[in-house]
């Protein structure tokens, strides 16, 4: 038999237990953070110590350049050791180019951390393509893309991106968390990594904190090894158990992300047909600004995510989020669950969300419930 091309077979291939004995189905988990040395000095199984390796990340780190088509992945502690270790990977003096709505602590981790380190950035608008053109400098190394973006869903371009970056010598990664590789392929596109949060879509339910990068088979090398040895040297790594919770994640994620779209364009579409809705962002809406592009990049769907807007400034939309009963109100997204959140608030008081936006995360609940719970919540 060739080698599967479905993503379903290859998620499950991949996660599957290698080199056990005991004829389990389901993975072992190793806690044990170090590992034995034969006599002669060397160690039989190639694990020394679990920051460097540990049998658990090694099969995460595997099935992950597997289903994305990368050449490796690294995992990592959280989503945000992921983009530190990107970040660190760049000389003091480097500049990047940022989405100017990217993920809210990326954007402070470049300008309280990377700051003090001369590590220069310039917030762009990533759906004006003459205004990134227009940000590129000489010392440019790499431009950060978030597509769709946070809260506002704005989508941008990534092949078009990368081409950009690689004609000016910089890199081009993509933060393809709300996305995941069954909606988007950003290394098929160009990008020389992803990075992802699995705390999200991956581990889908909302109890693990997780990190990612996958990288292409285009890369640098030397880009690659920074990042490899940055991981082992400042250690943000996942225990084994939160790198056994994303390996099972991966056997469900396409059932649970097509799922939740599925769900989400139906509720996108009632939002927008609902009268006490002033605004509703979601790529899939044919009404969306980038929506010819959205449906190119993303052809199975533009994610789960939806924000709305409701009234004028905070207290509507507060009260709104407190008559719903389906829908926890809780910052992240991912899970089989669904959540609300009022981005604002959690934000800063410079931030440019909207007083009244709503940003929803759509779980696997049923869809006629879900409408249900937003219909008496905006009666
Ligand atoms: C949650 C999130 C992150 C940060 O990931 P953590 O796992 O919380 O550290 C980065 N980017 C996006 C788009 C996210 O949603």
Redesign the pocket.
């Known amino acids: 038999m060739t080698k599967p091309t479905h993503f379903e077979t290859r998620a499950i291939q991949a996660t599957e237990p290698k080199g056990d004995e005991t004829g389990s189905v389901a993975n072992a988990i190793y806690p044990s953070t170090t590992f034995k040395r034969e006599a002669d000095g060397t160690f039989k199984s190639g694990y020394i110590y679990s920051r460097k390796n540990n049998p658990n990340r090694s099969l995460l780190e595997t099935a992950l350049a597997e289903i994305e088509g990368g050449e490796l992945a690294l995992a990592f502690a959280?989503?945000?050791?992921?983009?530190n270790t990107v970040f660190q990977a760049l000389k003091p003096g480097d500049h990047v180019i940022v989405p100017d709505d990217a993920?809210y602590?990326?954007r402070r981790t470049l300008s309280e951390l990377f700051s003090a380190w001369q590590l220069q950035h310039t917030p762009v608008d990533m759906t004006n393509h003459s205004a990134i053109t227009a940000a590129v400098k000489p010392n440019t190394k790499l431009i950060w893309v978030?597509s769709p973006s946070?809260p506002l869903l704005k989508v941008s371009d990534i092949q078009r991106i990368s081409q950009l970056a690689h004609a000016h010598d910089a890199l081009c990664v993509v933060?393809n968390?709300?996305c995941t590789p069954v909606l988007q392929r950003p290394l098929a596109l160009g990008a020389d990594a992803v990075?992802y949060?699995?705390?999200?879509y991956f581990g889908g339910h909302s109890d693990s904190?997780?990190?990612a990068l996958v990288l292409n088979q285009s890369a640098p090398k030397a880009f690659k090894d920074k990042l490899k040895n940055i991981q082992n040297l400042s250690g943000a790594v996942p225990s084994a158990f939160d790198a056994w919770l994303i390996t099972r994640g991966i056997k469900t994620l396409k059932l649970r992300v097509i799922q939740q779209v599925k769900n989400a364009q139906t509720l996108a579409q009632f939002f927008s047909e609902h009268q006490a809705i002033k605004a509703v962002h979601f790529p899939d809406l044919t009404t969306h600004p980038q929506h010819d592009l959205a449906q190119q990049q993303m052809p199975n769907g533009c994610g789960a995510m939806i924000s709305i807007q409701v009234g004028k400034g905070r207290d509507v939309a507060m009260g709104v989020i407190a008559k719903l009963k389906l829908f926890t109100p809780a910052t992240?997204?991912?899970g089989v669950e669904s959540l609300v959140e009022h981005r604002k608030s959690v934000e800063d008081i410079n931030s440019q969300t909207p007083e009244n936006l709503i940003r929803v995360s759509v779980g696997i609940e049923h869809i006629d419930d879900l409408i249900a719970d937003w219909g008496q919540a905006l009666a």
């Open positions: 959280s989503g945000m050791a992921a983009i993920y602590e990326l978030e946070n933060d968390t709300w990075m949060s699995t705390t999200k904190l997780s990190g992240s997204l991912g």
